[in-house]
């Protein structure tokens, strides 16, 4: 069955960095665009940013760009979210989702999240 | 861009229905057909529901409807059970040039 499993959150300072990480099984992951949403505290849900299959695409929300790094490896099955000059702002649980193959704006899975406190 | 409009709660009776509402501009929820409905459980991964505005995936519910009018979009649970108690988000497509997609603020259902 189709598994996302985000890794590589924690706590970290205001200003330092954190790489994300979502491993894929269950799928052919190179066939699907995957996307970054995530959830601050007690709001609702704001999408991060988007890739294409082979990385030839990818977009960003305003509120991250030029600061998050969105990456794929396809022979690793996995994703990944480079995040740099973290702001308390940036707190909140990240979650990997498939983009659905079948609508282009809808994600038919997603991971269980990881979560990410700026704080110093 | 501010978020799509979503009631903070909803609630019904078991056997009941309910409809969310998601509200936004002509420039995603009303300009085009690709709202989407996600079901979250505290704690577990989201779910998708209803997408491109009315369209279940397979292994959805039937209990489980969308509509749109205007800048609108509804999400209904007929039938209700205890297990659809969750946080409900809608989504869009916007024609923003600084996004992609635009969430709701979600709506907690209370099966009461």
């Known amino acids: 069955q189709v598994q996302l499993v985000e890794s590589g959150g924690g706590l970290v300072k205001p200003g330092g960095s954190l790489r994300l990480s979502c491993a894929a099984s269950?799928?052919?992951?190179?066939?699907?665009?995957m996307t970054w949403i995530r959830q601050a505290p007690g709001k609702g849900l704001e999408w991060v940013s988007y890739?294409?299959?082979?990385?030839?695409?990818?977009y960003y929300a305003d509120s991250v760009k030029g600061r998050f790094t969105i990456s794929r490896d396809n022979a690793k099955k996995s994703l990944y979210l480079q995040m740099n000059s973290l702001r308390a702002e940036d707190t909140a649980v990240y979650y990997c989702a498939r983009v659905y193959s079948t609508s282009g704006y809808a994600f038919d899975f997603w991971g269980q999240g990881t979560m990410v406190t700026v704080s110093s | 861009q501010s978020a799509l409009t979503q009631p903070a709660s909803v609630s019904g009776s078991p056997g009941q229905a309910i409809t969310i509402s998601c509200t936004g501009t002509s420039s995603d929820v009303g300009g085009y057909n690709y709202v989407s409905w996600y079901q979250h459980h505290p704690g577990k991964a989201p779910k998708l529901m209803i997408y491109e505005v009315s369209n279940r995936p397979a292994g959805v519910s039937n209990r489980f409807s969308g509509s749109k009018s205007g800048n609108t979009a509804s999400l209904t649970i007929s039938g209700l059970q205890a297990e659809d108690e969750a946080d409900y988000y809608c989504?869009?497509?916007?024609?923003?040039?600084?996004?992609?997609?635009?969430f709701g603020g979600g709506t907690k259902l209370t099966v009461l």
């Open positions: 269950g799928f052919s992951f190179s066939d699907y665009y």
């Open positions: 989504s869009s497509y916007t024609s923003s040039s600084t996004l992609y997609v635009l």
């Open positions: 890739i294409s299959f082979s990385s030839n695409t990818i």
